[in-house]
């Protein structure tokens, strides 16, 4: 076995998106472009209304997939295809884009802390047109495991302590991981040898990750292997890690679009603005 430790540190990078959301930018910056297969990964926080009341209106995604996981507040999601969710508090959706979406994700609270993520996913050039489908999973809905004393572990997607995430059927066999430890506490997670991975503190001051520091607001990329060990410091904190296995393919990007080759933004482009979404 292999342990794996923190190969490069990028801190979240303050920005804004949609109609004005204030959120940090951790992959998908110029700090870290994309760690494949993540292409973006945002963390929206505030209890200031003006900093994310404006949502995120009606906007178009092809050739990969959207992650919402929401930590406090509530999302009314709708798209073109008649379909609403509520995303509530503790709440995960996971979108397939496929081959094009139109949709729509606004808060339904006019005060109050709303905080949460958003992670994309790249898909392989096989599955890049699929037809659009949503995995909207209620918090209840998601295993909570205590692997060790002082850890407790909101399952995703993936697999820990015999606990199955509810997330099924990605073509990049997630693990996403909802970590909190307590001072001290100590845990070994098994991952996947040929995943890519990554672990971002965000609640807390700092944890150990492969024996390193990792500070609040920090991402910390992960080296190949297949174990990783996680130990609380003198004060509680939660993470997430977050692993998929790679694709290993061209990516041309342009804004909501994710294909192989530039050929084939043009034509997601013209089939946008011919209304074939």
């Not at 884009?97 to 996913?121: C, D, K, N, T």
């Amino acid at each position: 076995m292999s342990d794996r430790h923190i190969t490069r540190r990028i801190r979240g990078m303050d920005t804004a998106d949609g109609a004005g959301v204030k959120l940090k930018r951790i992959i998908g910056q110029p700090g870290l472009d994309m760690l494949d297969p993540f292409l973006l990964l945002d963390e929206f926080r505030s209890d200031q209304a003006d900093d994310y009341i404006a949502g995120f209106p009606e906007h178009p995604h092809r050739g990969f997939e959207t992650v919402t996981y929401m930590l406090a507040g509530n999302m009314l999601h709708r798209d073109n295809h008649g379909n609403t969710g509520k995303l509530v508090a503790g709440s995960v959706q996971w979108m397939t884009a496929g081959r094009g979406i139109l949709h729509s994700e606004m808060p339904q609270q006019e005060a109050g802390l709303m905080w949460g993520f958003q992670l994309w996913v790249n898909l392989p050039a096989a599955q890049k047109m699929t037809a659009p489908r949503y995995q909207d999973i209620a918090p209840e809905r998601i295993p909570v495991v205590h692997p060790a004393e002082g850890v407790e572990v909101r399952v995703l997607a993936g697999e820990l302590a015999g606990a199955v995430g509810p997330v099924e059927g990605i073509p990049t066999a997630p693990l996403y991981l909802d970590v909190s430890l307590q001072p001290g506490a100590a845990l070994t997670l098994q991952l996947p040898p040929a995943h890519h991975g990554f672990a971002y503190v965000f609640d807390g001051d700092a944890a150990l990750v492969g024996g390193e520091t990792l500070r609040r607001s920090e991402l910390g990329v992960l080296s190949d292997g297949d174990r990783l060990q996680l130990t609380g410091t003198d004060q509680p904190a939660r993470l997430i890690v977050v692993a998929a296995r790679p694709l290993n393919e061209p990516v041309a990007r342009y804004g909501p679009f994710v294909m192989n080759t530039p050929e084939q933004i043009h034509e997601a482009i013209a089939d946008f603005r011919a209304g074939k979404f």
